[in-house]
């Protein structure tokens, strides 16, 4: 199963490998299912890319034709065929269980685990879920060898990584750096800040990951290093805010995000998202940050541990990292963000 | 002539530990199970007897060494070595906030046990906030996903709206609803097969519904009242308790239980009757009954209105 819903906000690698190379989309899927010895690809394209639909569709056909999908993949004996599935539009269809529940015609709705994915998924059957990104890896690692794909990036995170650099930069937009970089070697690739401009904070992961200040740029973008700094890599999204960035309203933002986003299942997510954007709407309109703070580290830990899925779990890290590393809602901060 | 009984495989004895103390308990055996085995109480709102766990509340929760999160204790089965903490500080709080979320969203007034949970684990559903006003009819039915107005803090946002009657013989107070999606269960694939009721929408404005939203007579509904069975909030509830709580006259202290078999067909299922002041008011059916499991149709849970015609009309 290919998970090509990319639904993190500020992600669009999977987009760019997608509409760029569709070929090697089906490539890498075509391997994967001779690895694991799966018939049937189903890759699972999140709604709002209708080029990227266009273009796999496109490739599917075309691959079919000259035998490279289909009952005997290039003259070898194997069958492989992939079969596309379209989101429609719920972020958390790009859960890796509830992407199950889509495909089978179900609510679209996370599955508690045990059992994984790899026990128990697709129609019951065991079902090995990547990404894009990840599936296309495969193809360097088989051309150039395992190890020295392994030589690039850091003995813990190797090879090149994607970020999906946005927000205040000079140049936006989707960089390969090996893994090891660090958050000022891509802001710099990247023309750093226009005149005038400096960094306020920068959220990594998208609205599940984490802030980091500005001045933090020093940062390895690996997952040992990311987790190092408290922080995490997440889908690689990179979103830099500015000294003009109303981070309050980032926050809020991200809080109605989720809120909207919840699939609604466990109690934990399904009241804590709104409990969390209620209390942030408090702070915005003048409330006590103090107790409100209070509020939303007791919500924010419930969700964090008792949540069935990760969205859930992170639904409160954009806020957590906001007033810890930030230092966002301490008195004197909470006035100016006035 | 002997029948050979069909036994299950043996399963394999394994050993964990709960709350520090050893359990030695058959392969396959839940955290919940293995508690009650050893006396030791787990909260429990969406776990129901008869069905498959769907660990959406997450009262249950309890903390596995070594695991990043808390689990669900009615559906993680115990393995090798487990050790479990089912009343740690990081358990009692997920507990706390799970009750004091749905105390400040829904009406638990008629949920059994809440109140002596909010007690044990000291919640206080009243700090979000002084409660929205309930929605109007029909309102939270015609939410979309995706979307809400964020209003600004000052009111606790509530699941409330007004009472759905619209037949004889069942109410849907979903203001009392906690979505524990047991009903939709009953409903479907594990018991009645008739999948008239579904959840709609997403986050908090997820709610069961039927299709469309049609009222329940022109649903697919076939009046079993098995949803009614096994709802743990009493969102859904007989009419005749319905009109009586309304009247002030419904007193489950003066109210007998027996269980009898239903006179209508040869299936003999089991019906235990509820009698108040020598009335029928409700009609439930045991959950370790072997061949209904706490199921019934339409006649056995709603027929029995020809029993106390007394002659007088
Ligand atoms: S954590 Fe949120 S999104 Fe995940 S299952 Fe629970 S309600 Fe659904
Ligand atoms: S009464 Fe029976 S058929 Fe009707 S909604 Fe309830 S479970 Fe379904
Ligand atoms: S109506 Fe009752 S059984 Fe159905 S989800 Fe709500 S609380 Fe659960
Ligand atoms: S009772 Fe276990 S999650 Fe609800």
């Known amino acids: 199963m290919c998970n090509a819903d990319e639904s993190e906000p500020g992600t669009f690698k999977d987009r760019v490998l997608m509409e760029g190379d569709p070929f090697s989309v089906i490539e890498a899927m075509t391997i994967a299912g001779y690895a694991i010895g799966a018939r049937t690809g189903y890759l699972y394209i999140r709604g709002e890319y209708p080029r990227a639909l266009r273009h796999l569709e496109n490739a599917i056909t075309l691959a079919r034709g000259r035998g490279l999908l289909g009952p005997d993949v290039l003259g070898s004996g194997f069958a492989f065929d992939i079969e596309i599935r379209r989101g429609a539009g719920a972020y958390i269809c790009g859960e890796e269980t509830a992407i199950f529940g889509s495909i089978e015609g179900q609510r679209g709705e996370p599955r508690s685990k045990p059992p994984f994915p790899v026990e128990k998924g697709l129609f019951g059957k065991p079902t090995a879920v990547n990404n894009v990104e990840t599936l296309v890896n495969v193809l360097p690692i088989l051309l150039m060898g395992g190890p020295a794909y392994a030589a690039v990036g850091t003995d813990q995170s190797t090879g090149p990584k994607l970020f999906c650099l946005s927000g205040g930069v000079r140049r936006p937009g989707l960089y390969e750096l090996p893994f090891g970089a660090t958050l000022r070697d891509l802001v710099e690739a990247a023309g750093g800040m226009p005149e005038g401009r400096t960094i306020q904070a920068v959220l990594l992961g998208g609205a599940a990951g984490a802030f980091v200040r500005g001045d933090e740029l020093d940062i390895p973008l690996t997952f040992e290093g990311a987790r190092a700094a408290g922080t995490t890599l997440g889908s690689g999204v990179v979103l830099v805010l500015d000294d003009t960035a109303d981070l309050v309203a980032t926050l809020v933002r991200v809080a109605a995000f989720f809120r909207d986003e919840s699939c609604g299942q466990c109690v934990p997510c399904r009241v804590g998202t709104v409990r969390q954007e209620e209390s942030l709407l408090r702070i915005r309109g003048g409330g006590d940050p103090e107790s409100e703070v209070a509020l939303l580290r007791e919500v924010g830990r419930a969700m964090k541990d008792a949540s069935i899925c990760g969205l859930g779990q992170t639904a409160w890290n954009a806020v957590e990292s906001a007033i810890d590393r930030l230092g966002l809602f301490e008195e004197s901060e909470t006035e100016e963000a006035r | 002539m002997t029948v050979p009984v069909l036994l299950a495989p043996p399963r394999r004895l394994i050993d964990a530990t709960i709350d520090g103390e050893q359990v030695r308990v058959p ?43 808390l689990v669900p204790a009615c559906s993680r089965k115990l393995e090798p070595g487990m050790s479990v903490a089912t009343d740690s500080e990081r358990v009692r709080h997920s507990r706390k906030m799970v009750l004091e979320l749905l105390g400040s969203s829904v009406d638990l007034s008629t949920t059994p046990q809440v109140d002596e949970w909010m007690e044990r684990y000291d919640a206080e559903p009243d700090r979000f906030g002084p409660r929205a006003e309930a929605a109007a009819l029909g309102v939270r039915d015609a939410r979309h996903a995706g979307d809400h107005e964020p209003g600004d803090g000052s009111v606790a946002e509530t699941v409330e709206q007004p009472v759905k009657v619209d037949n004889d013989l069942y109410v849907r107070d979903y203001s009392k609803c906690i979505m524990c999606y047991k009903c939709v269960d009953a409903c479907g694939d594990q018991w009645q097969n008739t999948f008239a009721i579904g959840v709609a929408g997403r986050g908090f404005d997820a709610r069961i519904s039927t299709e469309h939203d049609v ?19 009493g969102a859904l509830s007989f009419r005749t308790e319905f009109d009586m709580r309304q009247a002030g006259t419904w007193d489950e202290e003066k109210q007998s239980e027996t269980t009898t078999v239903c006179t209508y067909c040869g299936v003999g299922c089991n019906v235990t009757l509820h009698v108040q002041e020598n009335e029928i008011v409700k009609v439930t059916s045991p959950h370790d009954n072997p061949v209904t499991h706490g199921n019934l149709c339409i006649k056995g849970r709603f027929g029995f209105q020809h029993v106390q015609r007394r002659g007088d009309g």
């Open chain 2, 215 to 233: 009222t329940l007579p022109d649903s697919a509904c076939v009046y079993c009242g098995n949803c009614i069975e096994v709802c743990p909030t």
């Open chain 2, 27 to 69: 392969e396959g055996t839940t955290v919940l199970e293995a508690c009650s085995g050893m006396g030791t109480d787990i909260p429990t709102l969406c776990y129901g007897d008869t069905l498959t766990p769907r660990n959406a509340c997450r009262v249950c929760v309890v903390e596995v060494e070594g695991a990043r999160t």
